[in-house]
Nanobody, 119 residues
Framework: QVHLVESGGGLVQAGGSLRLSCAAS????????MGWFRQAPGKEREFVAG????????YYADSVKGRFTISRDNAKNTLYLQMNSLKPEDTAVYYC????????????WGQGTQVTVSS
C-alpha cells in the first residue's frame, strides 16, 4: 500500500514557476518508480514526467521537455516537479503516481493539486 499527497499547486502568471511536491508513505519509497500526470478540463489525463526508483532515469512528455524537471528525495520520501516558463496550456490538475513495477501501469495515485496559469 502506498499513500500519496500532492501539494504546491496554485495560481501563477504565464512565464512563472511553481514546484509541486508529493509526499509518499507506506511501502519503502526508494523501491518504486514515480510519475506526474495532469488532466485539464474536458481532456484526458496525460503523462507529464517519470522517474526511476533511484532518480537516475527521467522521462518527459515533449510538451514539457526543457521546462519541467522531475526529481525525488528518497530520504524524505518526496517527489518533486519543478515547473518553469509556465504556459496557460499547462493549466490542469496535477497528480503524482507510483509504479510498483508489476506492470507498466501506475498502481497508486494522489488526490491531485490544481495548477492555474493565467495569460
Amino acid at each position: 500500500q502506498v499513500h500519496l499527497v500532492e501539494s504546491g499547486g496554485g495560481l501563477v502568471q504565464a512565464g512563472g514557476s511553481l514546484r509541486l511536491s508529493c509526499a509518499a508513505s507506506g511501502r519503502t519509497f526508494s523501491s518504486y518508480a514515480m510519475g506526474w500526470f495532469r488532466q485539464a478540463p474536458g481532456k484526458e489525463r496525460e503523462f507529464v514526467a517519470g522517474i526511476g526508483w533511484s532518480g537516475g532515469s527521467t522521462y518527459y512528455a515533449d510538451s514539457v521537455k526543457g521546462r519541467f524537471t522531475i526529481s525525488r528525495d528518497n530520504a524524505k520520501n518526496t517527489l518533486y516537479l519543478q515547473m518553469n516558463s509556465l504556459k496557460p496550456e499547462d493549466t490542469a490538475v496535477y497528480y503524482c503516481a507510483a509504479n510498483l513495477g508489476v506492470s507498466r501501469e501506475y498502481d497508486y495515485w494522489g488526490q491531485g493539486t490544481q495548477v492555474t496559469v493565467s495569460s
